[in-house]
């Protein structure tokens, strides 16, 4: 099987109540791309400017990350500058410089198009309709998106909607998108949109799963250390996706078990700034979270 | 075993966007005295006044429960009114008359003091610790509260928090009391302070038990159709206590089931307006849902 993303490699700045960081490695492909290397080798599509660190580009080629796919463009790297407040699931955008990003129009190398799975991250849904007909025969299609999206593109949303297997996205935005407050109406309905199974991931409350024929809720992994909830909702996904990927099969047990390697990636990334725990995690500490994770939720 | 419930028997007032309901059943105490009544046949501690229909306290009756500690004083029965918005886990208190409830001196009856598991539900904290001094020799002591109490009578909280083994309370009283924002640490913090279990009820989110070498973490059972949400954290804690009661021990593997019981009730009890569905549901429809939550989070 093959996997591949297509997001954004980006600069953030993240303000927390205690720290400041400037320009550090963000956007949703890093989180997503770095979380799915631990099942499978994906293949990535994103752009950056000629200010990205190569060096994070060879930390994802060390982890087994296909980068042929991302293009250097003369300019800045996509910067995005956030605030959190004490409560870490309450963030405010400052201000978000698209650079380079603005004019991307993201191509699938020849042998990216045969891919087996293709992960939609969150970008204009128009590029995603794009990059969706470029997919060969993909067995699996899926999609993040933001309320910005919701807002101004609604109809190019809806038309990618149709085409893909599974949605991902938060609870307010799935609130948004189908008008429903009860979030298992508001999966079912999303069901009746295009895709097969809706993720909604609801930050410390975990996610809920609904699919055609079962219903899952895993948890949150608990962390008692907060550091920067950034790419949480990526490393979810693109655990999620990358399990897929290894597993090779699309059961629902399958998903129910991507979903819980979701809250474990998860869970590492908010541990620290950035991909900073991402980019080192042993088997065991997967593993041992897992048994963990399945360890709170048994009666 | 034996349980005792102090709390409230009273008239609820519910406004929903769709439906007005004038003095229903409500108060802490009829939820959670029948949630209870499908695991063991609970003593009730209550007052309620002239108004109070005698019908509700024979269907108690005839559910098992044992009234003798309910007293009728001249006067109203207490009186919540309250208006929930688009989304039921937003709610407005639109005004509270205490009535005969003013001058409740709850008395612990002489076979009920002998108790072993005892709930102090919601009510005045020195009413609550009266009631702790009252119990002889108890295995076991819960008590419940709200934001209420928290800013008015502190240290009377603080004072029962040290006497009590199970805490009960939503995340957002949790965060009060222990100024901390994370649950996880404030569930901790919380053990400091007394308890040897926290249980934090999330609303739709479930629940978060945490212990002093577990933690626990059980998912609302998925209601589609949510009428009107009064009442599901009493139920949940009457189903949770009298489970235990019933089952006679105080093992993790115990609270784990309790809780898991304790989201069924509460899952009735949304379903409609008062304790209308919580009057006669089947032995099988109970564990119906507690084998649907255990599939929910199976992995």
């Not at 949303?157 to 189908?178: G, P, Q, S, Y």
């Not at 990334?269 to 360890?295: C, H, N, P, Y």
């Amino acid at each position: 099987m093959s996997l591949v993303i297509v997001g954004s490699l980006a600069f953030d700045t993240i303000e927390t109540p205690t720290e400041r960081k400037e320009r550090i490695i963000g956007g949703s492909c890093s989180f997503s791309a770095l979380a799915a290397s631990y099942f499978t080798s994906p293949q990535i599509v994103a752009v950056i400017g000629d200010d990205f660190p190569q060096e994070f580009i060879s930390l994802l080629n060390r982890r087994g990350v296909d980068t042929r796919g991302v293009t250097r463009e003369a300019g800045k790297t996509f910067h995005w500058e956030g605030r959190y407040g004490d409560d870490p699931n309450q963030r405010t955008t400052i201000r978000t410089e698209l650079n380079v990003f603005q004019d991307f129009k993201p191509r699938l190398l020849q042998d990216y198009a045969a891919a087996d799975i293709v992960f939609l991250g969150n970008i204009d849904p128009e590029l995603q309709e794009d990059i969706r007909r470029q997919a060969q025969k993909p067995r699996l299609v899926a999609m993040d998106t933001i309320n910005l999206w919701i807002n101004t593109k609604p109809e190019a949303l809806v038309r990618v909607l149709k085409e893909v297997d599974i949605f991902f996205a938060n609870d307010e935005e799935v609130r948004m998108i189908t008008d429903e407050l009860n979030l298992i109406k508001a999966g079912k309905k999303l069901l009746s949109m295009g895709p097969s199974l809706a993720v909604i991931k609801k930050g410390e409350h975990g996610a809920l799963l609904v699919g055609e024929e079962f219903m899952f809720g895993v948890m949150a992994y608990p962390c008692e250390t907060v550091i920067d909830p950034t790419g949480a909702g990526d490393s979810f996904a693109g655990a999620f996706l990358g399990y897929l990927d290894r597993a090779g099969s699309f059961r629902p047990e399958d998903f129910r078990r991507a979903a819980a390697y979701g809250s474990v990636l998860a869970s590492f990334t908010i541990e620290d700034f950035s991909v900073e725990r991402l980019k080192d995690i042993s088997a065991q500490e997967i593993e041992d979270r897992l048994q963990a994770l399945r360890g709170l939720v048994s009666f």
